[in-house]
């Protein structure tokens, strides 16, 4: 965490502004302010980003692309909203294009107001990140170092949102392996998650008072149908998502067999579900870019 306090890497994505508030995030690397000695650096990679800074208020053609961009910065992440476009919407809020500002398709951790925003509100801004990025990594840290104290449980309809943000994580990973946002979990509502309570049974993996993992099952005639097996990508490698599949296992008491399906480039998954006794039996076309590897495991 020192290192990246020290220097932060920033991604900045104009979301449709007047590009007064462009302006002045540019100004921010001039010599006049000139962050780059403080260790800030602008970056066009997502994927090497630690702060997510976004001007401009969100419509139809910046909603997809803030999201895609967000799920690719590693964990944990921190996103600065610049300047009231970016904060609520601003002059542009009530026209018919404009969705609002950027909390509206990803999560803001730090608004920096002004029309527009000053560079130096800005850069008080990313400093204000930095607080929450540290913030982030400690819980992280903590739930990893604990990581032997994990507790597996049936989890309640009442425990469902912790579920739904773990899916909408998960399935963020999944988005971009496979290049397309049509995975069930980053559709589904909170509602609809928890209707599904009605009829199936979810385990979590949590340590420290956080979910960090999840799956859920149903009995269907002699079948067991398991599905959102979804684990915190900083605790992938842990053995969290095998050891939720014993659990959900082991709550079904003579049953033949038990059936899953994963996305086709989801080969960390698919190694888990092999491992755990899992065969491929089909493959589905979902979308051009998402085909289904049906799995099955039989029981003696």
């Known amino acids: 965490m020192r290192g990246l306090k020290q220097s932060p890497w920033i991604l900045h994505y104009d979301a449709s502004s007047c590009n007064g508030c462009d302006i002045e995030t540019l100004a921010c690397l001039t010599p006049i302010f000139d962050v780059e000695r403080l260790g800030v650096l602008n970056t066009g990679n997502p994927k090497h980003a630690d702060i997510f800074l976004v001007t401009g208020a969100v419509n139809e053609q910046s ?10 910065l590693p964990e944990p992440k921190v996103v600065v909203a610049v300047g009231a476009c970016a904060s609520s919407g601003g002059i542009f ?4 294009n404009i969705f609002g500002g950027v909390d509206i398709v990803v999560p803001v951790d730090v608004y920096v107001p002004g029309c527009a925003a000053r560079p130096e509100a800005i850069i008080d801004g990313v400093v204000k990140g930095l607080a929450v990025m ?14 032997d104290k994990i507790i597996y449980a049936r989890a ?36 609809e998650l928890q209707k599904e309570f009605d009829k199936k049974y ?7 008072g956080k979910v960090i ?20 990508p900083y605790f992938e490698g842990a053995g969290v ?20 399906f ?16 899992y065969k491929n039996f089909k493959t589905e076309v979902f979308t051009p870019k998402i085909t289904w590897i049906h799995l099955r495991k039989e029981l003696k």
């Open 93 to 96: 809020r009530e026209c018919y």
């Open 134 to 147: 540290e913030e982030k990594h400690a819980i992280l840290a903590a739930v990893r170092d604990g990581l």
């Open 202 to 208: 979810f385990f979590k993996a949590e340590v420290n």
């Open 213 to 232: 993992g999840s799956v859920s099952a149903w009995l269907d005639g002699e079948t067991v149908r398991v599905d959102g097996l979804a684990v915190h």
């Open 241 to 260: 998502a095998g050891r939720l599949l014993a659990e959900c296992e082991a709550a079904f008491r003579g049953v033949k067999r038990f059936e899953t």
């Open 63 to 72: 909603k997809a692309v803030i999201q895609n961009l967000y799920r690719q």
């Open 156 to 191: 309640e309809k009442a425990g469902a949102l912790p579920i739904h943000a773990i899916r909408k994580v998960a399935g963020q990973t999944e988005a971009v392996l496979h290049g397309d946002d049509n995975f069930p979990a980053l559709q589904q509502t909170l509602e």
């Open 262 to 277: 994963i996305g086709n480039k989801s080969e960390r998954q698919l190694k888990v579900l092999e491992e755990a006794g």
